[in-house]
C-alpha cells in the first residue's frame, strides 16, 4: 500500500526566508511523487513531479524538491519565501502497477511580511 | 480558457436528497476522478475513469456513483446525501492514454456541498 505523510500541517516563514515543506511517503514498490498547491477558492496545480528521472526536481516558481530513496522523502524547497507563495501545498504518490494517487492531508504555508 | 468546469459552485443539500455533480473537461483527457477534500484528511479519491465507458472505486466510494457516457464528462451521483458527505468535491482530468500513474492532473475550481 501506499501512503504519504506530511509533517506540519501549518508552517509559517517570514518573506525572503527558505521555504521547506516536509513529504515522506510510504511505497512498496518504486513510486512516482508530486507537489501540488492550492490558493484559496481553487483548485490544485501541480508544481512539479518525480518520474524516476533527475533525483532533484525543479517545479515552477522557483520551487523544487529532491527525491531521497534512502530516507523515504521529497522534501519541497524554495530558497526565498514570497508573499505570493501562501498557500496550501499537497505531496502526492502513485505507483507504476497503479492508477490510483494518494494525497498527504496538506501543509499551509503563511507567509510573514 | 481550456479546463475544467464544475457545478454547482456551491449547494446546501437535506438529507435524504439526489444530488448530482457535473464535471465537463474540453482537454480530450481520457482519465478523470472525484475527489472529496475534508480538513485534516486531505483529498480522498472517490471514483476515477480511465477512459469513456470505463469506471472504478477509488478510496472512499460509499454512497456515490458515476459513469462516464463519453469522454468530456463525468458526473458524481450521490442517490441518497448524509450530513457525513459534507464536503470539497474536486474533479480532476489526465492526459495518458489509460490513466497512467506518472501523469498530470488538471483540478476543477471544486463544488462546496453541504448537507444538512
Known amino acids: 500500500a501506499q501512503s504519504v505523510t506530511q509533517l506540519g500541517s501549518h508552517v509559517s516563514v517570514s518573506e525572503g526566508a527558505l521555504v521547506l515543506l516536509r513529504c515522506n511517503y510510504s511505497?512498496?514498490?518504486?513510486?512516482?511523487l508530486f507537489w501540488y498547491v492550492q490558493y484559496p477558492n481553487q483548485g490544485l496545480q501541480l508544481l512539479l513531479k518525480y518520474t524516476s528521472a533527475a533525483t532533484l526536481v525543479k517545479g515552477i516558481n522557483g520551487f523544487e524538491a529532491e527525491f531521497k530513496k534512502s530516507e523515504t522523502s521529497f522534501h519541497l524547497t524554495k530558497p526565498s519565501a514570497h508573499m505570493s507563495d501562501a498557500a496550501e501545498y499537497f505531496c502526492a504518490v502513485s505507483v507504476r502497477s497503479g492508477n490510483q494517487f494518494y494525497f498527504g492531508t496538506g501543509t499551509s504555508l503563511t507567509v510573514i511580511p | 480558457i481550456a479546463g475544467i468546469t464544475q457545478a454547482p459552485t456551491s449547494q446546501i443539500l437535506a438529507a435524504g436528497r439526489r444530488m448530482t455533480l457535473r464535471c465537463t473537461q474540453d482537454?480530450?483527457?481520457?482519465?478523470m476522478y472525484w475527489y472529496r477534500q475534508d480538513l485534516g484528511l486531505g483529498l480522498r479519491l472517490i471514483h476515477y475513469s480511465n477512459t469513456a465507458g470505463t469506471t472504478g472505486k477509488g478510496e472512499v466510494p460509499d454512497g456515490y456513483s458515476v459513469s462516464r457516457a463519453n469522454t468530456d464528462d463525468f458526473p458524481l451521483t450521490l442517490a441518497s446525501a448524509v450530513p457525513s458527505q459534507t464536503s470539497v468535491y474536486f474533479c480532476a482530468s489526465s492526459d495518458s492514454e489509460a490513466g497512467g500513474p506518472r501523469d498530470t492532473q488538471y483540478f476543477g475550481p471544486g463544488t462546496r456541498l453541504t448537507v444538512l
Open positions: 482537454m480530450r483527457h481520457n482519465a
Open positions: 511505497s512498496s514498490v518504486p513510486p512516482y
